[in-house]
């Protein structure tokens, strides 16, 4: 029965950028969403730590493609972006699934996978969630990401010529072209853990500051805001 399912269900193939998440959220990123996806494309950008070992742990079974770049392009994301794009097309995928590595879908959509993907809508939008810790996300004047869908899912379209938003900084994890794409807006929901930690704010703000300090690309008192204190947190309910 499994066997027929994993054959008819249409065919998921997650992509995915890492680096250095041995120690963060990739164990439990790949652990929640390997049982929805049929094939793997990782692009590891210059990780210093045993990142590659553990993709290559958590998705054995499942067919894997997997870059290691020397060192890492983030400074020009959207190279960085284009590359795993390119990367993931290559491999002929019906339906891509484009989640970092700190973001894990909550599980209900294991229940409604084949339902979505079965019907006629070329790209699947979901919310977000920035998580402030474990237990908790942020919800204030500037970040409010989950009050917005946006697309963690497309069908590739063979036939269409993809565009991108040319900036090195908030180039968006898809082409622009997808926007032109029948979608829907459903209920799944997507944990970013990007925040949760003390530790990662402040390497993110300090990142931010290094690559975009006059925030050309972002938002300046969005990125001044990373170390407010006490910042507005509601409570995660599952």
């Known amino acids: 029965m499994e066997d027929r399912?994993?054959?008819?269900?249409?065919?998921?193939?997650?992509?995915?950028?890492?680096?250095?998440?041995?120690?963060?959220?990739?164990?439990?990123?790949?652990?929640?969403?390997?049982p929805w996806i049929d094939r793997a494309v990782i692009i590891d950008d210059g990780s210093t730590d045993h990142t590659v070992a553990l993709c290559q742990e958590m998705l054995e079974g499942i067919p894997l493609t997997l870059i290691v770049n020397p060192a890492s392009l983030f400074a020009d994301e959207v190279s960085l972006r284009k590359q795993q794009w390119e990367t993931t097309v290559a491999t002929g995928p019906e339906w891509i699934l484009n989640l970092d590595a700190d973001e894990i879908l909550t599980t209900d959509f294991g229940a409604v996978r084949n339902q979505l993907l079965g019907g006629t809508e070329d790209a699947i939008y979901f919310r977000l969630f920035d998580m402030w810790?474990?237990?908790?996300?942020?919800?204030?004047?500037?970040?409010?990401?989950?009050?917005?869908?946006?697309?963690?899912?497309?069908?590739?379209?063979?036939?269409?010529?993809?565009?991108?938003?040319?900036?090195?900084?908030?180039?968006?994890?898809?082409?622009?072209?997808?926007?032109?794409?029948?979608?829907?807006?459903?209920?799944?929901?997507?944990?970013?853990?990007?925040?949760?930690r003390a530790e990662d704010r402040i390497r993110k703000y300090e990142r931010y500051q290094e690559l975009d300090p006059d925030a050309r690309y972002g938002w300046k008192e969005q990125y001044e805001s990373i170390l407010d204190a006490e910042p507005r947190l509601l409570q995660w309910s599952e």
């Open 133 to 196: 810790s474990d237990t908790h996300y942020r919800e204030d004047q500037y970040w409010q990401a989950h009050a917005y869908y946006r697309p963690f899912l497309v069908r590739y379209r063979p036939e269409w010529t993809y565009e991108w938003k040319e900036t090195p900084q908030h180039c968006g994890r898809f082409p622009l072209t997808i926007q032109h794409f029948a979608y829907g807006c459903h209920s799944p929901r997507v944990k970013h853990y990007g925040w949760a």
């Open 5 to 34: 399912e994993a054959t008819t269900r249409p065919h998921v193939t997650l992509s995915m950028i890492v680096r250095n998440e041995e120690h963060r959220y990739l164990r439990q990123a790949l652990e929640t969403h390997r």
